[in-house]
Every structure is written in C-alpha cells, then in structure tokens.
C-alpha cells in the first residue's frame, strides 16, 4: 500500500533514504511534472552533495519572459492572466545559466523549439531518442525514481488515479518497471495529486496501490501551464489548405502542435462547413498543380463519415474537430468489430443480422464461454439481460445454450438479447496533451461518455503498430500522418530537429515514428510540412535547400512535402522527378539556383525548365488570396480563439508593425520622425495608453514609447 503524505519534504525524505541517495528520476513531459515535488528534491539535492541526483524529462516549461519595453508592457499582463500560480521548475533556471551542481545532471529528450542553442550545458546532456524508445531508455539509464503530477477520481465505484495529460510514456514504463522490479531492482514510484488536471478515463486510469508514494495537499493543486494560441499567417493558411485536400473522409489523422497545426483545423471545418468557398480558395492556391493526387488520395467534400485521431498529442484542434463534428469516426479495441465496421457489416446501431457476422467472424468461440459474453456486454452487443452461468448462455437467469451453432440459442439472443448501440468507441487515442486555459476547462466539463471517446495511451500504442498490429491497421485507415519540419533538401530528406553544426533545436519526438508507419500501413501517407522561406536579421532564405548536412527524415522514407505553394508526391519517384517536384513548390526567387545546383550535379537533365505555372512562388500571392478572403471573414488570424482582447489584439498589430522596422535603420528613423511630428493625440490614445501604462511617461525613453505606439495606431486607422 502507498504512504500518503500532505508535504512534498516528508515524501523527499522517504525518497531519498529508500534510495540511499542515488536517484535517477524520469518526470513527464510538459505538464505531467509534479512541479512542487521535484523542487522539493532538487533542492536537497543542491544542499546536500553526497545526493546524486539525475533527472530525465523533455520540455521543461517556463513562463515566458518578454523584453523590456514596450514588448513587456504589452505581454506581462497577459502573462499574468495565463501564468498566474503557475508554479516554475527551480531547475530550469539553473539549466538556462548553465549553473547545475556537479552532484546534478539534467538529461532531455526533446528542448523547447530553439530554446537551448546557444546553451552548451543542454546542448551536451540532450538524449536523442525516438519518443517510443524513451521508456526503454530510461530503464537502460538506470532510472529508479518515477514521478508524476495526477488527479483523483471515482469510476465505476472505485477510486483510481488518472495520468491525465501524460500516459506517453508512462503506460509504456509501468510494465518495464514491474519486469525490474521481479529481478529485485529497487524503483520507486510518486504520485503527487493536482485536481487541475482533468480526469482522463480508459488507459489513463490508475489504481493508487501502484504508487509508493503519494502527496496530496490542496496547496499543490496550482494552475496548469496553459501556452495561448499562436497566431495564424497568411503562408500558415496556404500551407493548411493544400494538407486538408489529403485528408480522406472516413480516415485518420495525427497533427502537432502550433500555427501549422490551427491551420489545417481551420481548413477541416471550411471544408465542412462551406464546401463551396473552400474549393474557390483551393483553385486560387493552385490546387490544380496537385489535383491527380487529390483525386487519387485526398477528398474535398465534407466529412461525413468523419476522422478518427490517433496522435503522440492530443492538440487543441483536435478538440476543436470533435466539437465541430468531424472527428467523429469511432474505432474499437476489438479486431472483429473493426474488420466488419471497416467492411460496412456492422454499424453503431445494431441489428439483427449483424450478430451473424459477429459469429461468422470469430467474434464468439463454438462454445460461448464466460469471457465471450463479458466482451459483448462490454461492447454493447449483449444487453443486460444477458448473461452466463454454469457453462450456458442465461436470458434473464434462464439457460438457453452454449454454442453459436445452435439456431435456437442465435434467434433468442437476437431477439431479446442484442444491444441497442456498440459502446467503448474511441474517436482520438492520444499519448500527452498541452493547451490554452479554455482546452482544460473543456475536458473537465466533459460527461463521463465524452471522456470515454478520448483514450490517452502510451506512445508505444500510438506511435508504431507493434502493439496489437492486426487491430490498429483495421483502426488506422487512409491515416494522414501530418509533421512539420525546418527544412527540406531536394532529393526529400527533411530537416525538423537539429542543424548542421550539430546543434539541437528540439528533438526528434515521434516524427520518425510516424514517418515509418505511414510506409507500412497500406493506404497512409507521411505529409511534411515546410514553410518555403524563412526570414532571419533582415534576410530571406529558403527552406528549401539543395543539400543539408543533417537530416531527420532521410530520403529514402520521403513521401509528401507541402510548402504554401502547392503539393509534391515524391513517394516511389525518381532523383529527378523528386528534384523537380520541390523545385515547384520552392519560392520562385530561390528556384534558378537551386536548379543550377542540380544540373551541376548531374540530377536533373541540363534542359529542364521549371514550368511556368509554378515560377510565380511569391509571398504576394499567397498573401492577396488569403487577405482578400480576409475581407469576407475567413481566415482569421487566431481561428481557434485567443487568450487576448479586441484592444490587445490591435495593440498587437501595431507592435508587429514597429518590431518590423527594426530591421531597417532609415525606415525606424523615418517613423520616429513622423512620430514626433504628429501631433497630440494622447487623448484619443488613451484608453491604449492606459492599457500600455503610459499615459504618464518617466524617462525619454519611454516618451519615445508612447510617441511610436500612438503614431502606429494613427497608422492603422485606430485613433484619428
């Protein structure tokens, strides 16, 4: 039985002497942390040396920090409202000064999106490994400390704990712990009680006895990092359009996190809603350069069987997608019943004849024994009046047989013993999530059956089919496994993890989990997403490049690349034809030279051209489509909400304008100029000013402050 404990320095103490002060503790990712224990440890750990202290996790979040000036007059308060008691990990600061103690070691397998690059103390303990390998890891690094932040619940009329938003890893570490523990391995698990956390049924759920340690103290029960929405550009729109034509209705979808992410969301629903529109924008993108693969692959009609998800994180648009009714295809952890929902022989509503598909099939043994009538009434294909007793099938307590092939026995349970509806349908199998404020708050508000259709799971289940294969590949139809990347060469290898000189930007995750999968299942396709360019002090480059010296997705698993400029299919294709389908959804300005590049190395033919169709590449294009439409209100810039004011939004904007002009010295010195040759209009600002505390000023810095962002508001037509 677990000790309980109300103070995360008592549960230290039994840790640290149960261990003999040699601890190597794996945390969750993201909010799985159980934040005020690990502080606890870590700080005993710095005060006491002979404590050897080794932490493996991934994604250490912190409160954003914005600079100084008018970008944090601007974001503090909207920090304040999305952070507030937000508890921070006391290491994370140490990691960023590079100052852990020598007894200390930091390891992770996925940072921050460029956080960490220029901090070599990260940089030298990152831990690259495929996300479905990290349990395995842990294990082989010795690991002998698990704990995690949970919430506590009843279901069923028993008490459990739920792993909430991380049973990634978790669910694929708990048996690896029980097989070290059997060889007499000394682990050690906690628990540490937030009832922020929503409380996720199905794999998440946990019996408390697992645990050796829990706390539970309402002190704990602190807020939950809640990362608001990023906005959406027009290039992130564009990119968003041409991956929803690949979606097939009646399939499965995995995205990620972020704008890229939103983006094909907001397409989803447009497809959905207004099938029309959706299409006029398609063909003003230039749908029609990538309409056989449409055609062969994809769908532009609404969802009306609806998707299913399967991915390593349940994203804010996924919740999106099943409030909107399109992910809503259910799938079920019997291979029997999803071989027949798959051939269209069984629905969610049943029927008589569908009872003899299920015995066709094997659903039930010759002889039905007491777990095949437990797995009927679990999927709702028995009612309650059935039952088994004594070796026989009972119809309300009476006998009435024991084998599928007597007539007698079918036609009684088809009659009187058929359920109305199958029960235990999942619409989204997901291994961690991380969300806005409002995402939480919806998953808390759900019924018991809501969070029933939402199964998080291990990332072992999600992200490779070597669990159960012969049911997830029933599950997985025309699956769109759809990731982002840095970059993309040429010949299709891509670029999402780490840079050329060795340098980690984040980390694999399960980008090449899902890569490997789209190859194996039989009607799935990898889609990577790449924004064509990218801009950096001033300077445009592309991301498209003929050669790069690290990749993360090699070219021989290469398959589809979407840039905002359109689709390249480079599964089975040659060097050449590879080559030239990237090139056609390169920025135009970087086409020639990239061609040249690869006519010099002898892989493209010396007379190719690139077509004209394709030498129009330009941001202005994209941005006149998505503006124009803009006008008509589709395609804002936060489609799944945002955590910011009307007033904060247009503050927003105008602060966008400035950080752009720093870039160029004489268009900064020009709006200065102007700034202070305008006029007074502090009071029609004010209600700005006020927001950005500078109605009053104290310094000339601050008068110059005030004096751009009243300018800027002139600018864009706000005050007059």
């Excluded at 027949?340 to 043994?365: M, Q, S, Y």
């Excluded at 291994?431 to 939402?454: C, N, R, T, V």
């Excluded at 694999?508 to 002090?537: C, E, W």
């Excluded at 589709?634 to 910011?644: M, N, Q, S, Y």
């Amino acid at each position: 039985m677990p000790i309980h404990h109300n103070q995360v320095e008592a549960c230290v103490d039994d840790v640290i002497s149960s261990l003999n002060s040699n601890i190597v503790m794996g945390i969750p990712l993201g909010i799985g942390k159980p934040v005020q224990f690990v502080n606890a440890l870590y700080a005993r750990a710095k005060a006491d040396s002979s404590i050897n202290l080794r932490i493996i996790t991934a994604l250490s979040l912190e409160r954003p920090k914005p600079s100084a000036g008018l970008e944090s007059r601007f974001l503090e308060p909207v920090f304040e409202r999305l952070f507030g008691g937000y508890v921070e990990l006391d290491y994370v600061q140490d990691l960023k000064r590079q100052k852990i103690p020598d007894n200390i070691e930091i390891c992770e397998f996925f940072l921050k999106s460029g956080s960490m690059l220029a901090n070599n103390y990260a940089q030298q303990h990152y831990i690259s490994s495929n996300y479905t390998h990290v349990a395995r890891d842990m294990i082989d690094m010795g690991a002998n400390l698990l704990a995690q932040q949970v919430s506590q619940g009843v279901y069923q009329d028993k008490p459990y704990l739920s792993l909430s938003s991380n049973t990634d890893v978790t669910v694929d570490l708990l048996p690896l712990i029980e097989q070290e523990k059997a060889k007499g391995r000394n682990i050690k698990l906690v628990a540490q009680i937030n009832q922020k956390l929503p409380f996720m049924l199905n794999d998440a759920l946990i019996a408390p006895q697992n645990f050796d340690f829990i706390v539970d103290n309402e002190a704990y029960y602190t807020p939950l990092f809640s990362p608001p929405n990023m906005p959406v550009t027009p290039v992130d729109f564009a990119v968003g359009m041409h991956a929803s034509t690949l979606i097939k209705d009646g399939g499965t979808l995995q995205i990620g996190i972020g704008s890229l992410g939103d983006a094909i969301v907001y397409a989803c629903m447009l497809r959905n809603t207004d099938t029309e529109k959706y299409q006029q924008v398609l063909s003003e993108l230039g749908i029609a350069g990538y309409a056989q693969l449409v055609e062969k692959i994809g769908d532009l009609t609404p969802f009306k069987t609806g998707l299913y998800g399967s991915s390593e994180m349940f994203v804010n648009g996924f919740l999106h997608l099943i409030q909107q009714g399109i992910l809503k295809r259910k799938v079920y952890e019997d291979v029997h019943i999803q071989k027949l929902i798959n051939e269209g022989r069984l629905t969610e509503d049943l029927k008589p004849d569908h009872l003899d598909a299920l015995v066709e099939v094997g659903f039930l043994g010759d002889i039905i024994h007491a777990g095949d009538v437990s797995r009927a009434k679990r999927f709702g294909i028995f009612n309650e009046r059935v039952d088994w007793s004594d070796g026989q099938v009972t119809l309300d307590d009476r006998p009435i047989g024991e084998r599928v092939r007597d007539t007698e026995l079918v036609a009684q349970l088809k009659a009187e013993g058929l359920g109305r509806q199958l029960k235990q349908g999942i619409v989204m199998h997901g291994g961690f999530f991380l969300g806005p404020k409002d995402f939480y708050e919806a998953l808390h508000q759900m019924s018991q059956d809501e969070l029933l259709s939402i199964c998080m799971t291990g990332v072992g289940h999600v992200n490779q089919l070597m669990v159960n294969e012969e049911l997830v590949v029933e599950q997985r139809k025309h699956a769109r496994f759809i990731n982002t990347g840095l970059m993309a060469t040429l010949n299709g290898a891509v670029v999402s993890d780490g840079l050329d000189n060795g340098k980690i930007v984040s980390g694999v995750g399960g980008q090449y989990n899902f890569v490997s999968m789209a190859h194996a299942l039989p009607d799935a396709r990898s889609i990577l997403l790449i924004r064509a360019t990218r801009m950096s002090k001033g300077e445009v480059s592309s991301n498209i490049v003929f050669n790069y010296g690290h990749t993360t997705i090699p070219r021989h698993l290469r398959d589809i690349v979407i840039t905002e400029y359109g689709v390249a299919d480079l599964r089975g294709k040659t060097d050449a034809q590879v080559m030239k389908a990237m090139l056609n959804i390169t920025d135009s300005r970087f086409q020639e030279s990239l061609l040249e590049q690869a006519k010099a190395a002898g892989k493209i033919e010396s007379s190719y051209q690139i077509p004209a169709e394709f030498q129009a590449n330009t941001p202005e294009s994209i941005n006149q489509v998505i503006e124009n439409y803009r006008l008509n209100g589709l395609f804002p810039a936060f489609p799944l909400g945002t955590d910011f004011t009307e007033q904060e939004l247009q503050i927003g904007a105008c602060l966008k304008q400035l950080k752009a002009l720093q870039s160029d010295k004489m268009k900064m010195f020009k709006t200065l100029f102007k700034a202070f040759t305008d006029g007074d209009h502090s009071e029609q600002a004010k209600p700005f000013l006020e927001r950005m505390a500078l109605v009053e000023t104290s310094s000339k810095k601050e008068e110059v402050e005030k004096k751009l962002l009243i300018h800027e508001l002139l600018e864009a037509g706000l005050i007059s």
